[in-house]
Structure formats: C-alpha cells, structure tokens
C-alpha cells in the first residue's frame, strides 16, 4: 500500500471541444478573419488613365483653349456645325477604312465606338501610336492572330498615306498656284531635307542586312502582310471600303477646316484651302508630337498664310479647327476608352 503523497497526479481532465475552462473560452473555437489589404485591378487603373491625361493636357494647352473658344464666339454658327458635322463623319471613315483592310466582319457599332476612343487616344500619346494600340487591341479580341492584325493595321496606315499624298498631288496639279511653296521652306533646306531622308533609309537597310533575326522578322511580317493584302482585294466590297474610306477621311477633315474658314471669313479660296490642309499634315506626319498638337497647329498656319491668308486671321482659324477636332471630343472620347477598357472590348 503506497501513501498518497507518493502516488502521481492524475491528468487533468480535457474539457469538450467548445466548452470554456474556467473563466477564458477555448481560443481553438474562435477563428479571427485574416483581411488582406484590397488590391486595385490593373483593368480600373486602365480605366481611369484617359481621363487623367486628358486632364493634363488640357492643363498645359489651357491658354490655347481660353483662346479658341473666344474666336469662335465670333464666328458664324451654321458653318461651325457643318464642321462639326464632318468631324463626326471622320469616324465613320475611319471606321470603314478598318473594316476594309480586314477579311473578317467585325462588329459595327463597337467598331464605330473603338474609333471614336481611338482618336481620343491619339491625341493623348504620340501620333499614330494610340489610336493603333487601340485598334490592334480591338481586333485580338474579336479573335484575330496578332499577326494578321497587325498586317490589317499596316495596310490601313498604307492606305490612308497613299490616298492624302495622292489626294494632295492630284490638287497641286489642277491648282498648282495654291500654295506658294516658298514660303514653306527656308532658302536651302531642300538640299539638307533630301539627304536626312536618304540617311534615314541607309541605315535601315544596313540595319536589315547586319540583323539576321530583325531581317527574318520583316520578312516574314511582309509576307503575312501581302497575303492579307492579296485577299482583302479579290473582294470587291472590302477593296472599296479601304480605298474609299482612306480618300473619305482626309477629305472630310479638309472640310472641316474649310468650314471653319468660311465661318471665320478667312479670305483664301476653299480649294486653296484643301491644298493647304493635306500639304500641312503630309509635312507634319513624322513629328511624334501627341496628336500632333502644337506641331499640326504650327503647320497649318504656315500653310494658310503661304495659300494667301493674314496671319492673324489663319490663326483664329486654325485654334477654332483645332478646338472642334481636338478638344471638343477628346473628354467623350477618354471617356469612351475608358468604357471600352472596363467592358473588355479593347
């Protein structure tokens, strides 16, 4: 028989899962959420972004706005609007001249509404830069290979280029005394011009030829281009979609201008004016200014005083242009980027 002080102590007993010990609960039965801090989609991020540049721009270019805005205070309202009405109808242009670089059908009103953002876009980053991102983006989504969308985008590029120089030449031709071409350029900038251009073209050659990956990649990028190319024009409905929207739209941002010329009662003939317009941003299409702001403003003066027009009025006129153009849609415009972004259109 051993004594009770010698014997071991007993276990404690464990009390039932749940069940409190004592004064304090049983700390296994309560679970305390674990909250992460909450992370901001890249996709609202995108969202917001055309706004706040717009912001920014009209920020910088607000004098410009302040401006714009007086000149056309004091012009005539109905030929404003038609401006405005050709402005609009730019899109719609565009909008065919996309679908006819493409084979595959896209969807209409998201097409019309992607080249509305498109152009938002463009004046908001580097000319051609935004509004290509944004169409590229447009077609990979419907399902076409990166590969032929791209080549779709370099057709509509070559289209477009092709028909403003071809429109501008064949308008020098019937009125070759519409711009005074000397007043253009400086006395000896032909020469320099010239062999800029030619070095420019050199060393993209040497570049192809020293580059055996860059090379292959042209190459095969032209391929894929020709055959797109090829198969947009064995129909007859795509090829004159391409070709007339591509002289459609430089045309009606000629108008355009011409309208806020006749508004502002610039004295130089509509015609001259065209020539005016088409010869500016042929000459201003290598600047990678955003939209060509500044650069497109500085242009057209330039080529409206050298068409015969004062230059105090072919400012007035080229602001009030430039405020309908650019600056009346680019708010809508962001903001129907943004909306695209959000439904995953683009």
């Known amino acids: ?137 447009f077609m990979t989504v419907c399902g076409v290979p990166l590969a032929r969308s791209s080549a779709a985008l370099a057709l509509y590029l070559l289209a477009e280029s092709v028909a403003r120089v071809g429109l501008l030449l064949t308008l020098l031709l019937v009125f070759p005394h519409a711009l005074r071409i000397g007043t253009l350029l400086p006395d000896g900038a032909i020469g320099p011009l010239l062999v800029g251009v030619g070095a420019i073209v050199c060393a993209a050659v040497l570049l192809l030829l020293l580059v055996r990956k860059l090379r292959t990649a042209v190459l095969s990028f032209l391929r894929t281009a020709l055959g797109e190319a090829r198969s947009v024009h064995t129909r007859p409905a795509r090829a004159l979609a391409l070709w007339g929207g591509s002289l459609a739209f430089p045309a009606l941002q000629a108008a355009g201008l011409v309208a806020v010329g006749l508004a502002l009662g610039l004295p130089v003939p509509p015609t001259h004016m065209v020539v005016a317009y088409l010869a500016a941003t042929v000459a201003v299409a290598l600047i990678p200014t955003p939209g060509g702001i500044g650069s497109v403003e500085a242009a057209l003066i330039v080529a409206l005083v050298a068409a015969g027009g004062p230059v105090a009025l072919a400012t007035a006129v080229v602001l009030g242009y430039r405020i309908i153009t650019v600056w009346l849609p680019l708010l809508p415009g962001a903001l129907t980027l943004g909306a695209l972004v959000r439904l995953k259109v683009i």
Do not use: Y
């Open 1 to 137: 028989m051993t004594c009770p002080a010698c014997q071991p102590p007993s276990p404690c007993p464990k009390p039932p899962v749940g069940a409190a010990w004592g004064p304090f609960p049983d700390v296994t039965a309560v679970r305390v959420p674990l909250r992460l801090p909450a992370r901001i989609p890249l996709r609202q991020i995108l969202c917001l972004l055309p706004l706040a540049l717009v912001i920014v721009v009209a920020v910088r270019h607000w004098s410009v706005l302040v401006e714009g805005f007086g000149h056309l205070a004091t012009a005539e309202w109905p030929w404003l609007l038609a401006a405005v009405a050709a402005t609009c109808l730019t899109w719609v242009a565009a909008a065919v001249t996309r679908q006819g670089a493409l084979v595959e059908r896209l969807p209409k009103r998201r097409l019309l509404a992607t080249q509305f953002a498109a152009g938002a876009a463009n004046h908001l980053l580097p000319t051609g830069l935004g509004a290509s991102a944004v169409n590229l983006r």
